[in-house]
């Protein structure tokens, strides 16, 4: 399963009470003030961790309670600060309050973190020469934690053009395959290798159909993860073997991402036919050219043919 967005509760602890003690012996009339001052209560903090890739835990788990901090006490001892909570998100995400409809924060970059819920500072102990106080409370608020998957290139296309086929040929990507539409059910990155070094980052995304920005198929929900990409690749079956036309469905996804977002549809946009090694692939290509009128890759994912110049493409690209 894979959930990209969820609602979380979160507490900071409350500060612990200052403490209001007197010392005092046989040899003292007045007692000592020596109450200490409580501890500060538990931060809860949102960090973006690059081994994190969905939002699952959060799934079952969506409340998260800093402990308080603890009471001082007397012969001036401080309570113990409470440690803080730490929640790990996967890069990408963004953090919005629900209460006020602000964003938080976004944190893209692996580490980066934001302190959602401030513990409550610790009372005072009377070892000030003032009445102990209270620790103060501690902070809930309402989140909204929303991924948009962070990759370079994101491959979009009809069900069953094959684009899983060419993730899994081109990166280290497992996504599974089959000939069936909508065999992909939510979006996988994978790492590609250029001349042996990694060089970029891959998502493979469920096929898009006529209609996907209303909702059709499994609708526009998976494009929000190609928005941070740089390059689009729209990979086009070549061979019609589903009996659709290879031009009727570029002008269709191309419509359907112009629907989507304007950012999206602006990238840059690199076109591959795919199934080249299947009959009546060459011809069909003959003619698309002459239609669309712009460079178009010939590959096949299934046999490995013509993945190296899609792939420097890419790079050059980038
Ligand atoms: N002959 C041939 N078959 C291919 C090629 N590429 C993919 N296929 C086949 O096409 C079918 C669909 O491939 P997938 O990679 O699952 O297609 P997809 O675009 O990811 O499909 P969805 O996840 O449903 O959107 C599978 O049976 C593949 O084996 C190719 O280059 N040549
Ligand atoms: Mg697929």
Do not use: W
Not at 148 to 156: H, N, Q, S
Not at 210 to 238: N, W
Not at 265 to 271: G, H, S, Y
Not at 277 to 301: R, T
């Amino acid at each position: 399963m894979f959930i990209d967005s969820v609602k979380i509760t979160v507490r900071s602890g409350k500060g612990g009470d200052g403490c209001q003690s007197f010392y005092r012996d046989k040899y003292t009339r007045r007692g000592i003030a020596d109450g200490g001052d409580g501890g500060r209560g538990a931060d809860i903090i949102i960090i973006a961790d690059r081994h994190s890739h969905s939002l699952i835990d959060f799934k079952y788990n969506r409340h998260f309670f800093g402990a308080n901090g603890a009471h001082g006490s007397g012969k001036n001892k401080k309570g113990r600060d409470a440690s803080s909570v730490v929640i790990r998100v996967p890069c990408g995400s963004t953090v919005k309050d629900l209460d006020t409809d602000c964003v938080l924060r976004d944190l893209n970059e692996d580490q980066e973190q934001v302190v959602v819920a401030k513990g409550g500072e610790g009372g005072k102990g009377n070892k000030h020469r003032r009445e102990a106080t209270k620790g103060e409370p501690g902070e809930e608020r309402h989140l909204l934690l929303d991924l948009k998957l962070i990759a370079d290139v994101g491959v979009v296309g009809f069900p069953n053009a094959g684009k899983s086929t060419l993730i899994s040929q081109i990166s280290n990507a497992q996504s599974k395959i089959a000939a069936y539409p909508f065999t992909t059910k939510f979006p996988v990155l994978g790492v590609v290798n250029y001349k042996e070094e990694p060089a970029f980052v891959v998502a493979d995304i469920p096929g898009l159909i006529a209609g996907s920005s209303q909702g059709r198929g499994l609708g526009d929900r998976f494009l929000r993860h190609i928005e941070k990409t740089k390059v689009i690749v729209h990979l086009i079956d070549m061979s019609a073997e589903g009996g659709r036309l290879p031009l009727e469905d570029y002008k269709i996804i191309d419509k359907e991402l112009e629907f989507y977002s304007k950012e999206i549809f602006a990238k840059p946009r690199i076109i591959a036919a795919n199934k080249m090694d299947l009959e009546g692939a060459a011809e069909n290509l003959k003619k698309f050219k002459q239609a669309v009128k712009k460079k178009v890759y010939a590959i096949s994912a299934l046999k490995k043919q013509g993945l190296e110049g899609l792939i420097e493409a890419i790079v050059k690209r980038l």
